[in-house]
């Protein structure tokens, strides 16, 4: 007797569904095991950078410098991997908690402030006023969030260019704004920018690094602080991200 239809279909349901939670355990799995000799990579490189093998003429600093960056580009890969995993799982959780979100600016802006000096940038940030209220939000993961943002202004963003950086007050949340005088966002592309591993034409024609995994994860981690995130952009005269967080009682 034939099988019917609907019976017909239903391996196929459960065989994609297998499928898809193989591929988040291989992963997973996979990004874990990288991190030991990546991190074990690091140190050594740090130990050659420091003489701790004798000392390194200029060319082999350059080569140890490189290999250091690439290894640090490695790294950034494998941790965006397991958030993404540990997000698609349900596995990633916000701990909310009253957070200064101009004093994480302050850091990120710190942490980057050799490279923005390197670009020769004119970088601003301006706090409508001070002391700055507290969002509600979880510090490590919401600093990750605005420092994909404010990594991409200035990583799409030429030399001597300018970003401005902005939090006020919009009723009851923050609003925070990073505006840069980049390259732009197609028309064509704007509606892709928060998907997986999507990165924009004019963006890959540069030759940045990237993931293309960044944008996700910030969009996920403003939403799940009660938060919005939204940008308006035009190729040639720069891209604003804009994005609310609730305030701390």
């Not at 990583?155 to 925070?176: A, C, M, Q, S, W």
Request: a positive charge; zero cysteines.
């Amino acid at each position: 007797m034939p099988p019917n239809k609907k019976s017909a279909k239903k391996p196929k349901k459960v065989q994609k569904q297998t499928l898809g939670a193989i591929q988040s355990d291989f992963i997973s799995l996979t990004s874990h095991q990288l991190r030991t000799p990546l991190s074990g990579t690091k140190w050594l490189l740090e130990l050659l950078q420091k003489g701790s093998a004798g000392t390194l003429n200029k060319k082999q600093k350059e080569y140890i410098e490189k290999i250091y960056h690439e290894n640090e580009r490695m790294i950034a890969l494998v941790n965006d991997l397991l958030e993404v995993t540990r997000l698609e799982s349900g596995e990633s959780k916000l701990y909310l908690r009253p957070t200064d979100v101009a004093a994480v600016v302050r850091n990120i802006l710190r942490e980057k402030e050799d490279i923005i000096k390197k670009k020769r940038m004119h970088v601003t940030f301006s706090v409508e006023h001070e002391p700055f209220p507290y969002a509600r939000t979880e510090p490590t993961k919401i600093k990750q969030a605005i420092s994909n943002i404010i990594t991409n202004a200035i990583t799409y963003t030429p030399e001597n260019g300018k970003i401005n950086i902005d939090l006020r007050l919009d009723g009851d949340l923050v609003l925070g704004k990073v505006s840069d005088s980049g390259v732009g966002i197609p028309d064509a592309d704007q509606k892709l920018v928060f998907e997986k591993f999507f990165r924009s034409g004019n963006v890959l024609r540069m030759e940045t690094t990237g993931t293309g995994l960044g944008l996700y994860i910030t969009k996920a981690f403003i939403e799940a602080s009660g938060g919005k995130i939204w940008f308006k952009s035009k190729v040639g005269e720069g891209t604003t991200f804009y994005f609310t967080l609730p305030l701390a009682n």
